[in-house]
């Protein structure tokens, strides 16, 4: 056979390869758009060709998904609830037993025309005796008590614009200083220290959910692993008639997006009813602790935002373990 | 259509399959390719594929340097090249329908005129009646022609087949064979590698030979 000059003949042929046999372009993007829903089809119907093993995985994923969110519905309402409380935070003054009941309300009456303080109230040593008695169960207990050993209380509700913890700590030098008051109290330490706790559990939270989220990478891309090593025979019949990676890769990425779409929604579920079974109990709580607080579930935001990041975590596998195991796979 | 200058293939570990080979073949043109079970038919099939690549020397296919070939480009490549072999590949989780218009789906066809080639593809092989059959339930030789009409469906400008005969009585593999020929009458370059040399031997075409990787003969 004789050799020509293969420049020419290079260039010659790739006109003609351009318009050989193939389907005009917009009917090739039709063709793209069709294959992509046969593709989440043909993917779906695998997944309930398994039921048992696809809820099995679905589970792992939608436990590890709602693990971080009912610890975030958890903080979330307990955040609530701390910002509840500092509105309404009170300063208790502890008066001595040497005033006499008229001379601590008179003092109670001073302290109304202080601009720091909004609300005030004045319990009695014997009004004290009688609320402890009623909320703190110890009624019998202290009626064997001959002298009533509660002292008087003022109970003073420092104004909106006073309730930083510096204008706090200069209000109760100041009250400290009166005569005939023997101590201080501020209900905002603990509300202060439950804050703090609840930014830690946030940080704990956060880190529990990368590495919970991890794992749902590794569960999903193992399972298309497998599923990518039982299908290798039909990886390399695809690829040998001309299949793209693309081509190739698209069944699996619809099942890592169903993955992730399935276990968004049973995670949601395993949330809502996580708060469901703990708000009776909660709800017990409250009514002991006089609040109007209701317990609050994942909002329609963060149940949104949990769907994404199934879904987004769900496709993310399928594509580590696509990436990882199409490759080896060639036609032989 | 195809040209080999000078290529050698070596597979890691040292094996040399293909030493020093050149021919090449007209577009249109049929032959075939012979020798011994090792003397090199597949890997030369292999190397037009891109299934390998040459270790030396260049392959031209249509005029297409393959080693200058960027791996994304393979698969249109593929494309323009029919093959069938002896172990067909088929898909057993899809009908015989489904086979043939694998090819089609991957080039982007739509449903409606995917299914006109598709059709015609297994009328051209006598099996328009099976579409609908899994290819687990057909013979060997029926196995064989789903194979071949999924090679030819996309119209291809070369049509390759490694051994299309291997596992057929002499009745079928002259059938194949003739399939074949048709094939080449309507345009398309065919190159067959098979050692029924009593099959060949009675066919009007070119012969290469391979021995021990080297082409002794039609070269």
Known sequence: ?332 | MIRFDNVSMRYPGGHEALGRVGFSMERGEMAFLTGHSGAGKSTLLRLIMLMERASQGQVYVGDQNLNRMPVSQIPYLRRKIGVVFQNHQLLFDRTVFDNVALPLQISGYERDSMARRVRAALDKVGLLTKEKLNPQLLSTGEQQRVGLARAIVNKPQLLLADEPTGNLDPELSAEVMGLFRQFNQVGVTVLVASHDLDLISRLPYRRLTLDKGRMIDGG
Not at chain 1, 8 to 19: D, M, N, T
Not at chain 1, 151 to 161: C, F, G, K, R
Not at chain 1, 221 to 246: A, F, H, M, W, Y
Not at chain 1, 251 to 266: K, N, S
């Open chain 1, 1 to 332: 056979m004789a050799v020509s000059n293969s420049s020419q003949r290079q260039s010659g042929a790739r006109k003609q390869g351009a318009s050989s046999q193939q389907p005009e372009l917009k009917a090739r993007g039709r063709s793209y758009l069709s294959h992509h829903a046969e593709m989440a089809k043909v993917s779906l119907k695998r997944l309930l060709a398994t039921p048992l093993a696809t809820l099995m995985t679905l589970a792992v994923i939608a436990i590890a998904l709602s693990l971080p969110s009912v610890f975030y519905v958890g903080l979330q309402n307990v955040g609530q609830l701390s910002e509840h409380w500092q509105g309404a935070s009170q300063v208790s003054l502890f008066l001595s037993d040497q005033l006499s009941e008229a001379e601590g309300r008179d003092l109670a009456l001073q302290l109304q025309s202080n601009s720091q303080i909004a609300q005030l109230s004045y319990l009695s040593k014997d009004d004290a005796l009688a609320e402890f008695k009623q909320f703190a169960g110890f009624g019998r207990a202290l009626d064997q008590l001959k002298v009533n050993p509660l002292p008087a209380v003022i109970l003073a509700v420092p104004t909106q614009d006073y309730l930083s913890p510096d204008s706090l700590q200069s209000l109760t030098q100041l009250l400290l200083s009166i005569d005939g008051v023997d101590d201080v109290r501020i209900d905002l330490a603990w509300v202060q220290r439950l804050q703090a706790m609840v930014q830690f559990g946030q940080r704990a939270v956060l880190l529990l959910a990368v590495l919970l989220s991890l794992g749902v990478v590794l569960v999903v891309g193992n399972t298309i692993r497998l599923e990518i090593q039982n299908r290798s025979e039909e990886i390399r019949v695809v690829k040998l008639v001309g299949g793209t990676d693309g081509f190739v890769r698209r069944p699996f990425l619809y099942t890592g997006v169903w993955y992730g779409i399935g276990a968004g929604l049973m995670a949601w579920l395993l949330v809502q009813l996580s708060v469901w079974y703990l708000g009776s109990i909660v709800d017990h709580l409250i009514v002991l602790y006089q609040s109007d607080f209701e317990l609050q579930g994942l909002g329609f935001g963060a149940a949104s935002m949990l769907l994404l990041s199934a879904v987004l975590l769900g496709s993310g596998g399928a594509w580590l373990a696509v990436l990882r195991h199409l490759r080896a796979i060639e036609p032989n």
